[in-house]
């Protein structure tokens, strides 16, 4: 991965942390059950992206939050 892409992945944190944990705390209603699933979500999406299976948007880094959630309450 080289810089222009870490700092694509940096710049789509931060624009997408507020949306994806706010999210997921107001469905889960738990700070930590949030937090890890924040945290599984942007794990994810690194992963993704070297992968290069990524499209970097809020909006898909949000379709993560979604599965991953759905996961938890599996």
């Known amino acids: ?3 222009a892409e870490q700092e694509s992945l940096l710049a789509l944190y931060d624009d997408a942390l507020p949306t994806v944990y706010g999210y997921l705390l107001s469905r ?5 059950v949030a937090e890890d699933l924040t945290s599984e979500t942007f794990l994810a999406t690194v992963s993704a992206a070297r992968a290069g299976r990524a499209s970097l948007s809020v ?3 949000m379709g993560i939050a979604r599965h991953k959630l759905v996961d938890h309450w599996r």
């Open 1 to 3: 991965m080289d810089t």
């Open 28 to 32: 889960c209603g738990s700070v930590g």
């Open 59 to 61: 909006p898909w880094v």
